[in-house]
């Protein structure tokens, strides 16, 4: 369950963002998840619901997903593949000495404001 | 059409606490205090690890130690009957893993500025506490024989993290298929600057390895 924690510290910085902007109330939270954070988004939708109905702030606000794609880079060939369908060895040369480019992201992307 | 107000943020939910992290990382190394995070699945051992270890290095450090759990205080009673060393339990309120925050109110509430040594256990838990920095100087992780070798392919970020794997329990290996080589390997793959120290923490062998190397990392912390 660390998509709970991961919903307060949300939470805590559109708090801090809403301050900096003197927003009264948020009507959406956009998120950009990558592919291999390990967040579940229904998890994270289902912990944001019921924390975000505790705030005036966040009262009945939504919490949007962006999936972004996670992707490999090779370290022998060169090439960058899919992360999930491909794993950890490189589908072109099957080199295990490869990096994630991309993917882990948990990243907030705006707040929209109604 | 009613019209929505865009702000744009572009920001990690993990920076903050990367920050903090990076904060109380310099207020240890200026109060000359070493921190060390010991991250592993319930059950690995990770106490009686703590107990072994901390037995051998009591009289050449002064240590403390913060048990971090869900709820109860079994652990932090275990360690100070057994050591004889300051341990308070952290309570981490239902959430899976400490962050640096938390870890900087646990060593304010131990008064560690005395201590040269703190060792932190973390909430029993590969996925969680591998994504929250706690401001720790070193990670060590205990991966358990009857857990099997292939942790490091199913929890890759948890050994990614980690400066050493402790791999303890092993006075069972002839009962279970655990290969210690693939293991290896596998740590190798995910993080190849880690160190593996095979150890058994009910009869002590190999825990010698573990508290030397702690020793060593406690005084270049304590010089550089």
Redesign the interface.
Known sequence: ??E???VF??I???KQ?AAE?N?EHV??VVMNIGEVS?IVPQYLTDCWRWAADKEDLLRGSELKIHILPAVTHCGDCGRDYATVKHG?NCPHCNS?NTWLLHGN?????????? | M?????????????A??DKDADLLRQELKQKGTYLLNVMSSPGSGKTTTLIQTINRLKDKLRIAVMEADIDGDVDAVKIKEATGIPSIQLHTG????L?AEMTRQGLDNLAAGEADLVILENVGNL??PA??DTGSCRNAMILSVPEGHDKPLKYP?MFSVCDVVVINKMDVLPYFDFDMDKCKEYIR?RNPRARVIPICAKSGEGVDVFAEWLLQEVKQWKQA
């Not at chain 1, 992201?105 to 109604?114: A, C, F, H, L, Y």
């Not at chain 2, 009613?2 to 993990?14: D, L």
């Not at chain 2, 239902?94 to 893993?97: F, L, S």
């Open positions: 369950m660390h709970l924690g991961i510290y949300i805590r910085d559109v963002a902007n927003v009507s959406g390990t950890r295990p992201e948990v990243e907030i992307k705006e707040i929209e404001v109604s | 009613e019209e929505i107000k865009v702000i744009e943020i572009k920001k990690s939910v993990f903050d606490n239902g959430m899976c893993h962050d996925v969680c994504e929250f970020l793959l």
